[in-house]
Nanobody, 120 residues
Framework: QGQLVESGGGLVQAGGSLRLSCVVT????????IAWYRQGPGQHRELVAG???????DYDDSVKGRFTISRDTAKNAAYLQMNNLKPEDTAVYYC??????????????WGQGTQVTVSS
């Protein structure tokens, strides 16, 4: 099984931006999709955004219009551009490869994630 390495989190004021990166130690072309998830304090992990091999995307309603997911197959990487951040976006953000876009089942064990904190 491969590994997932997330980075790019930090502390930002409301309205600010961050770009998260996820590097996978296996070829992401072998999997149908890659996605970003987040887990806020005292909450379950939830899907934030996903993208298929064909470029189809899916976003949680709470981030539509603010977040953009992209992928770079040459680098086996995925990115999450987060604009107009809100305090409720505060969470640990993870990436993984779901068995299908929107499915809760994922192929890899979860990585360490990257902390995003948005101050008001």
């Amino acid at each position: 099984q491969g590994q997932l390495v997330e980075s790019g989190g930090g502390l930002v004021q409301a309205g600010g931006s961050l770009r998260l990166s996820c590097v996978v130690t296996r070829s992401i072309n072998r999997f149908p999709a890659i996605a970003w998830y987040r887990q806020g304090p005292g909450q379950h992990r939830e899907l934030v955004a996903g993208i298929t091999n064909g470029g189809d995307t899916d976003y949680d309603d709470s981030v539509k219009g603010r977040f953009t997911i992209s992928r770079d197959t040459a680098k086996n990487a995925a990115y999450l551009q987060m604009n107009n951040l809100k305090p409720e976006d505060t969470a640990v953000y993870y990436c993984n490869l779901p068995v299908a876009l929107g499915s809760p089942r994922v192929y890899f064990s979860w990585g360490q994630g990257t902390q995003v904190t948005v101050s008001s």
